[in-house]
Nanobody
């Protein structure tokens, strides 16, 4: 069983920055994939960014490319999402997620996720 706990959400003005952290526990991590998704009110949950635990290769949604950076700290078992140049449309609940598959393209559909965190609210005011 994998436990994921997010932190770092909050309220920020447009153009500002926030850093989200996901603390993972429950097993040893080696080749899996850690991801961030988000869900705005009335909308479907969508992929934001993903990182391979082993070689730290990354993949981003087009909507956040160049503004968001995903990283992992193997010693602390944490995955961060640094969000810069935030826009009102980035407002959503952000979820940390875990995919046991560590090979092939990083999967971006919510149905392929094995474990979810509880989510953290990010609100960007205009």
């Amino acid at each position: 069983q994998v436990q994921l706990v997010e932190s770092g959400g909050g309220l920020v003005q447009a153009g500002g920055s926030l850093r989200l952290t996901c603390a993972a526990s429950g097993r040893a991590f080696s080749t899996e994939t850690m991801l961030w998704f988000r869900q705005a009110p009335g909308k479907a949950r969508e992929f934001v960014a993903g990182i391979r635990w082993s070689e730290a290769s990354t993949h981003y949604a087009d909507s956040v490319k160049g503004r968001f950076t995903i990283s992992r700290d193997s010693a602390k078992n944490t995955v961060d999402l640094q969000m810069n140049s935030l826009k009102p449309e980035d407002t959503a609940v952000y979820y940390c997620a875990f995919d046991t598959r560590g090979w092939g393209p990083i999967r971006t559909t919510p149905g392929t996720v094995d474990y979810w965190g509880q989510g953290t609210q990010v609100t960007v005011s205009s």
